[in-house]
């Protein structure tokens, strides 16, 4: 879904004013769907400004026309905006999170929320015994699934003003819809079958299911997948270039630098395929899960089987064991493997970002860049600095949210409702530190003299290979004579080769040591590399693609 095509008549697709009217912001808030009606700054002892915001409509002018006034009084008062905003999501970032705000943002939640009083109001008009809402005409179904096909940012905000007397967001939605409704011949007749025998609850927790589904199958995991994707070019591409390895920061048998990108990819592989098995879980049995009130108004009905093929029907597998709320145990663990997928993606940022450190990377230059404010010569690694603070931040808030949201106060407490309208800062920094890694990988050249330099010093690493093979025929303390050979020692290509020529080896033995070299002693690192298609698809089950 486009996000511009969704929330209409509002395109967000076009540059984020430096100052935008409210009602837009609200539709586009990830840092909590929770927008208030102003931002407030109150400065002391300094001058104080009320800035008013004129939209410019012109088609040159990309930013807000600012009028800046004095306050009456010692505040400053601005409307929210790219500039004014708390969160960096709904400002500085917001070109590179905006596709979450059609599913994360207050705007989906009630969008969600109408989907879902709808399609039960439509199910009880499917059941025969439920002869007070009798089966709507075509053109009925039609007029209510238009409801939520053309539900839009006008709408929303008439939810809101409503909600404002209410002091109910979801009761809001349940009179907007009868007053939307109240006009129509055949559906006034059974306005308060909407939100029949249902708690707040049973619509929140399928709303927030349907969220949760919808961005991670729309923006979460096709953007993985192209990081995955990604990562599998390098590794594919550098399958056969040769790298010396460090274990504890100090050189180490040599690999490939393919290979060591066919870890990440694999590993990141893995994390991805446990997040799309996990299974979205919903509830629809009413105050305390016990369909109490439903069996009173029709006791012959079989609730259990008609909310489960309800809570089905939306695409969501249906939790029977519930008290007011479903138990959130499979967000928890959504969560838990979106963390791991970006702790993976920590190891990768902060191991390229080394790499490029040693100079084995140069990142391509981009005109009228700056490094440093003072250092003229600085190209700094700062995507993948991105990737990995974003992936900090992200993890801090899901990890909250997968422990706090498990729990609640025998059967059913308040405080997941504040925690869940925070979904969207755990994804939204997800996604930014997955585009950030793929923005730095695509500035990526390796440097191959930097690799082969590297090497060319650390002959010191065949010590491995001549005292395996030594073993092999029974020279004794061939660990120790290596060790005193190279530990601490300069080492160069003809103190190996004297050491192997006096080796009582066999000549063929022999010769394959005097082969070796540190560019050439890699195992089967190239091979490992070249297979990780075939690997990623097993653990995929589909070739993964930009």
């Known amino acids: 879904m486009e996000l511009g095509a969704s929330i209409k008549g509002l395109n967000l697709n076009a540059t984020t004013p430096y100052l935008t009217p409210l009602n837009h912001i609200q539709s586009r808030n990830l840092c909590s769907n929770r927008a208030s009606s102003y931002t407030s700054f109150r400065a002391n002892r300094r001058p104080v400004w009320t800035a008013s915001v004129k939209e410019n409509i012109r088609a040159t002018e990309s930013v807000s026309e600012v009028k800046m006034v004095p306050a009456a009084d010692n505040s400053l008062?601005?409307?929210?905006?790219?500039?004014?905003?708390?969160?960096?999501?709904?400002?500085?970032?917001?070109?590179?999170?905006?596709?979450?705000?059609?599913?994360?943002?207050?705007?989906?939640?009630?969008?969600?929320?109408v989907l879902v009083e709808i399609r039960w109001l439509l199910k009880l008009s499917q059941m025969s015994q439920v002869p007070e809402v009798p089966s709507f005409s075509g053109e009925a179904e039609s007029y209510l699934e238009n409801i939520i096909d053309q539900f839009n940012i006008n709408d929303a905000l008439e939810v809101k003003k409503i909600e404002r007397v209410t002091n109910h967001?979801?009761?809001?939605?349940?009179?907007?819809?009868?007053?939307?409704?109240?006009?129509h011949p055949e559906i006034s007749k059974v306005l308060e079958f909407f939100?029949?025998?249902?708690?707040?609850?049973?619509?929140?927790?399928?709303?927030?299911?349907?969220?949760?589904?919808?961005?991670?199958?729309?923006?979460?995991?096709?953007?993985?997948?192209?990081?995955?994707?990604?990562?599998?070019?390098?590794?594919?591409?550098?399958?056969?270039?040769?790298?010396?390895?460090?274990?504890?920061?100090?050189?180490?048998?040599?690999?490939?630098?393919?290979?060591?990108?066919?870890?990440?990819?694999?590993?990141?592989?893995?994390?991805?395929?446990?997040?799309a098995q996990v299974e979205i879980l919903g509830k629809f049995a009413g105050a305390v899960g016990n369909y109490n009130a439903h069996l009173v108004a029709y006791p012959e009905v079989n609730w259990p089987q008609i909310a489960e093929d309800f809570v089905t029907s939306l695409g969501i597998s249906f939790n029977p064991y519930v008290t007011q709320i479903e138990p959130h145990d499979y967000m928890?663990?959504?969560?838990?493997?979106?963390?791991?997928?970006?702790?993976?993606l920590v190891d990768f940022d902060r191991d390229v970002w080394?790499?490029?450190?040693?100079?084995?990377?140069?990142?391509?230059?981009?005109?009228?860049?700056?490094?440093?404010?003072?250092?003229?010569?600085?190209?700094?690694?700062?995507?993948?600095?991105?990737?990995?603070?974003?992936?900090?931040?992200?993890?801090?808030d899901l990890s909250h949210l997968s422990t706090k949201?498990?729990?609640?106060?025998?059967?059913?407490?308040?405080?997941?409702?504040?925690?869940?309208?925070?979904?969207?800062?755990?994804?939204?920094?997800?996604?930014?530190?997955?585009?950030?890694?793929?923005?730095?990988?695509?500035?990526?050249?390796?440097?191959?003299?930097?690799l082969t330099a590297d090497l060319d010093q650390s002959w010191e690493v065949l010590a491995e290979p001549i005292q395996t093979v030594m073993r092999r025929y029974g020279v004794p303390?061939?660990?120790?004579?290596?060790?005193?050979?190279?530990?601490?020692?300069?080492?160069?290509?003809?103190?190996?080769?004297?050491?192997?020529?006096?080796?009582?080896?066999?000549?063929?033995?022999?010769?394959?040591?005097?082969?070796?070299?540190?560019?050439?002693?890699?195992?089967?690192?190239?091979?490992?590399?070249?297979?990780?298609?075939?690997?990623?698809?097993?653990?995929?089950?589909?070739?993964?693609?930009?």
């Not at 979801?170 to 009868?178: D, N």
């Not at 920094?429 to 990988?441: D, P, R």
């Open 195 to 275: 939100h029949f025998a249902c708690t707040s609850e049973d619509i929140n927790n399928l709303a927030h299911a349907l969220m949760l589904k919808e961005a991670l199958d729309n923006v979460i995991l096709p953007v993985m997948d192209k990081l995955i994707a990604a990562i599998c070019d390098m590794a594919t591409a550098n399958a056969s270039i040769p790298m010396l390895s460090r274990t504890h920061g100090q050189p180490a048998s040599p690999t490939t630098l393919g290979k060591e990108m066919a870890i990440f990819a694999y590993r990141l592989s893995r994390e991805r395929k446990e997040l």
């Open 77 to 113: 008062d601005v409307e929210l905006s790219s500039l004014t905003a708390l969160c960096p999501l709904d400002g500085r970032y917001w070109a590179k999170v905006k596709d979450l705000a059609p599913f994360m943002s207050e705007f989906g939640l009630i969008k969600y929320r």
């Open 477 to 546: 303390e061939p660990y120790e004579k290596l060790k005193e050979l190279t530990r601490g020692r300069t080492v160069t290509k003809e103190n190996i080769k004297k050491f192997i020529e006096g080796l009582d080896i066999p000549i063929e033995a022999k010769t394959i040591l005097l082969d070796l070299t540190p560019h050439t002693y890699v195992g089967a690192a190239v091979e490992l590399a070249k297979n990780l298609d075939t690997v990623t698809n097993l653990v995929n089950g589909a070739k993964v693609v930009l």
């Open 169 to 183: 967001d979801v009761k809001a939605v349940e009179y907007f819809l009868k007053q939307r409704c109240q006009s």
């Open 332 to 344: 928890a663990r959504l969560f838990n493997t979106i963390i791991q997928f970006n702790n993976i």
């Open 405 to 450: 949201l498990p729990i609640s106060r025998w059967q059913r407490d308040l405080t997941d409702s504040t925690v869940l309208r925070n979904m969207g800062v755990g994804l939204g920094h997800s996604l930014l530190a997955y585009k950030s890694a793929i923005q730095g990988i695509s500035k990526l050249q390796v440097n191959e003299a930097s």
């Open 354 to 396: 080394g790499y490029i450190s040693l100079g084995h990377f140069k990142q391509t230059l981009k005109a009228g860049e700056i490094g440093s404010s003072t250092m003229p010569h600085k190209v700094n690694p700062i995507d993948f600095e991105n990737s990995e603070g974003n992936c900090g931040i992200a993890n801090g």
